[in-house]
Nanobody, 128 residues
Framework: QVQPVESGGGSVQAGRSLRLSCEVS????????VGWFRQAPGLEREFVAA????????DYADSVQGRFTIGRDNVKKTIDLQMNRLKPEDTAVYYC?????????????????????WGQGTQVTVST
């Protein structure tokens, strides 16, 4: 059973940055498409960013485009979400999700239903 593990959440003031990390597999991330989602109280889980297994394709929600960057850390073997210029509306629990795909797949996925495995979530709180 695969269990993505998130880390890096916390509380910051608006305008500051946070970096979230997701470890999907101890060995490699080459056969996992990974997405980041978030859920604020009373709202549905929403798409934030996604990356293909190859790393060649990334997608972002309009609300984070230009502020957030998803990328692979080959040393830590994690998929990271760099969040800059944070806003209070970014406050949510952030979840990492993984989908098993063939090695080098160029597809990325933005729908909750596409993913097979989910992490427990990490809280991000942005204050004014």
């Amino acid at each position: 059973q695969v269990q993505p593990v998130e880390s890096g959440g916390g509380s910051v003031q608006a305008g500051r940055s946070l970096r979230l990390s997701c470890e999907v597999s101890e060995r490699t991330n080459d056969n996992w498409a990974v997405g980041w989602f978030r859920q604020a109280p009373g709202l549905e889980r929403e798409f934030v960013a996604a990356m293909s297994a190859s790393g060649g394709r990334t997608d972002y929600a309009d609300s984070v485009q230009g502020r957030f960057t998803i990328g692979r850390d080959n040393v830590k073997k994690t998929i990271d979400l760099q969040m800059n210029r944070l806003k209070p509306e970014d406050t949510a629990v952030y979840y990492c999700a993984a989908k098993s795909v063939y090695i080098g797949s160029e597809w990325s996925y933005a729908d909750v239903k596409d993913y097979d495995y989910w992490g427990q979530g990490t809280q991000v709180t942005v204050s004014t």
